[in-house]
């Protein structure tokens, strides 16, 4: 097993045979970076429509200079054992493990419901201050991670183009837009999510309680 360049394109093959599988999207499966603890490589089971339009989308961040501290780094096309993939900074909490997803602190209630509120607010307002477009906002796609004893949000993945449209990432209001649409739509999925979390709690709270004499 041969470690990948960051930088560019490797020839070298990672062999993830043996890899730890973290994450299954749509099209795409995670895997943790064999050799690097704090990256995870992406694998498509389809053709790699989404992972060009992200590399295409995170490459132009970074030529505007935009701050991309809540988002998960790109850092490089690999070759693997499963094909072709992108890897990509994985988020680490302190004591080293991987951070939750933000389906998963919810479920948990790994963090109190006013914390998740308030980071989720920031992450709106960087997200609209940065002009940063997200394809698909959804709770699975945002981790909770801890740094330094404090959560924070990072969205790691479908952070790309809405549309076909080249000016929807480049014109304000345009961006704007999407940005506000993909949020309502995150804020239904995290109501549901939080929701069912309750649900839950008064579940076991039921089970609990012993039946009356």
């Known amino acids: 097993m041969t470690t990948a360049k960051i930088k560019g394109t490797s020839m070298d093959i990672i062999d993830l045979s043996e890899a730890e599988l973290i994450g299954q999207g749509r ?5 943790r970076h064999p050799l690097i603890n ?3 490589i992406k694998v498509s089971r389809k053709p790699q429509k989404q992972t060009r339009r ?4 995170f490459a132009y961040l970074m030529k505007q200079g935009v701050d ?3 988002l998960a780094h790109y850092m490089g096309t690999v070759k693997t054992s499963r094909g072709e993939g992108a890897a990509c900074e994985l988020m680490l909490n302190d ?3 991987v951070s939750s997803t933000l389906s998963n602190a919810v479920r948990n209630k790994e963090f109190p419901e006013n914390t998740i509120r308030a980071l989720m607010d920031e992450l709106r307002e960087y997200l ?5 477009c997200v394809r698909d906002l959804s709770p699975n796609n945002i981790m909770c991670q801890v740094q330094n004893g404090h959560p924070r949000l990072v969205i790691v993945d479908g952070v790309s183009n809405p549309g076909v449209n080249p000016l929807n990432i480049r014109i304000p209001a345009l961006s704007r837009y999407f940005i506000n649409k993909s949020w309502k739509s995150l804020e239904k999925k995290f109501a549901a999510l939080s929701n069912g979390a ?8 039921c089970m609990a309680v012993p039946d009356a004499a």
């Open 27 to 31: 099209d795409r499966d995670c895997y």
């Open 38 to 40: 704090n990256q995870c």
């Open 54 to 57: 992200e590399r295409a989308y």
């Open 68 to 70: 991309t501290s809540k």
């Open 95 to 97: 004591d080293g493990e």
């Open 128 to 132: 609209l201050e940065q002009q940063i």
């Open 198 to 205: 309750i649900e839950k709690a008064g579940n076991n709270a």
